[in-house]
């Protein structure tokens, strides 16, 4: 399983952007419903930090920072996930990653382990 992000880039606070995530490789559309997608963030020096996670089931669950100014969603057909950022502020600055695998509350996901991208930077600065 491979995950590309876009999207990031350079931005004012207050501003928006969106973020996608593509995963290709062997995924299996009986298997999606047990794997969760997600996007984490991190910074030099820091833990990854949880920004937002939709379950196989499709339960949301966002970080306490960013609740009411993201929104993540998920389409299973074209495996991709994407994540609006409204209200950016200037501590969203990170570099963000998406995750595919048992990274939910709730996944049971068959293949065992967790895939991450590369990740994508936002870069929020006046």
């Known amino acids: 399983v491979q995950l590309v992000e876009s999207g990031g880039g350079l931005v004012q606070p207050g501003g928006s952007l969106k973020l996608s995530c593509v995963a290709s490789?062997?995924?299996?559309?009986?298997?999606?419903?047990?794997?969760?997608m997600g996007w984490w963030r991190q910074g030099p020096g820091t833990e990854r930090e949880l920004v937002s996670c939709?379950?196989?089931?499709?339960?949301?669950e966002y970080g306490d920072s960013v609740k009411g100014r993201f929104i993540s969603s998920r389409d299973n057909v074209e495996r991709t996930l994407t994540l609006e950022m409204n209200s950016l502020r200037t501590d969203d600055t990170d570099v963000y990653y998406c995750?595919?695998?048992?990274?939910?509350?709730?996944?049971?996901?068959?293949?065992?382990?967790?895939?991450w991208g590369e990740g994508t930077p936002v870069n929020v600065t006046s």
């Open positions: 995750g595919f695998g048992e990274i939910c509350q709730g996944d049971r996901c068959a293949y065992g382990r967790n895939f």
């Open positions: 939709i379950s196989g089931k499709g339960m949301i």
């Open positions: 490789g062997q995924i299996y559309s009986h298997l999606l419903s047990g794997c969760g």
